[in-house]
């Protein structure tokens, strides 16, 4: 079954922008897409969630285009505090719907 | 502040032992999730609920249970602890009766090791 995919790991410098994409082709239709960011040894915390189109915060920005197949982080002049695992959360419908964490994607900011 | 606290930050028990994780919100949510994560796996939804005395299963429910008797307290309970079940388990707490919010607080986490 296909399930929340994105990219296991990233590399960027600091001051750069950085895009993460979560692909979730099942997403059901009603229900919402969230970004979560975990440090080590800590339960993640919420970022920013969007339904469609742009959403921006003073964190970051989501952009899910009109299928909503697939939604895009983007962190705009990453520090080296970024560095963090990155989830996206949606609800996936296979005939009965699934709350599902992507694997997450780790990112490291270079001095 | 938001807070969700777990009895424990690390845990070791043995194989064929009775473990509770327990989690407690200050926030008055009415859902709870429990999660255990595991390199390269994420993390996966063992069981939620949204209100009291109500459980839902999530993706890996095998080999756990849950309880929640009052609303700010959700515990995760492993009848005869396996090696399988090392894990990190997390536990989190949503503001909204409907999973539409997922907006969800998490705890700390328990690593859980299992000898």
């Known amino acids: 079954l296909a399930k929340t995919t994105q990219p296991i790991s990233m590399d960027s410098y600091e001051g750069q922008e950085v895009n993460i994409t979560c692909s979730h082709n099942?997403?059901?239709?009603?229900?919402?897409i969230t970004w979560y960011q975990q440090f080590p040894s800590q339960g993640p915390r919420f970022i920013i969630q969007g339904y469609k189109t742009k959403v921006t915060n003073e964190v970051a920005s989501l952009f899910i285009p009109a299928d909503r197949k697939s939604s895009t982080l983007s962190l705009p002049r990453v520090s080296l505090s970024d560095t963090a695992v990155y989830y996206c959360l949606v609800v996936l419908n296979f005939g009965n719907e699934k709350l599902t964490f992507g694997t997450g994607t780790r990112l490291t900011i270079i001095p | 502040d938001v807070k969700v606290t777990q009895s424990s930050r690390y845990l070791v028990k043995r194989t064929g032992e009775k473990v509770f994780l327990e989690c407690v919100q200050d926030?008055?949510?009415?859902?709870m999730f429990w999660y255990r994560q595991d390199p390269g796996l994420g993390l996966r939804l063992i069981y939620f609920s949204y209100d009291v005395k109500m459980k839902e299963k999530g993706d890996i429910p095998e080999g756990y249970s849950v309880s929640r008797e009052k609303k700010e307290r959700f515990s995760l309970i492993l009848e005869s602890a396996s090696t399988n079940q090392t894990s990190m388990y997390l536990c989190?707490?949503?503001?909204?009766?409907?999973?539409?919010?997922?907006?969800?607080?998490f705890g700390p986490g328990t690593r859980l090791t299992v000898l």
């Open positions: 989190a707490s949503s503001p909204s009766g409907s999973k539409n919010d997922n907006e969800q607080f």
């Open positions: 926030m008055d949510h009415e859902n």
């Open positions: 099942n997403i059901a239709t009603n229900d919402y």
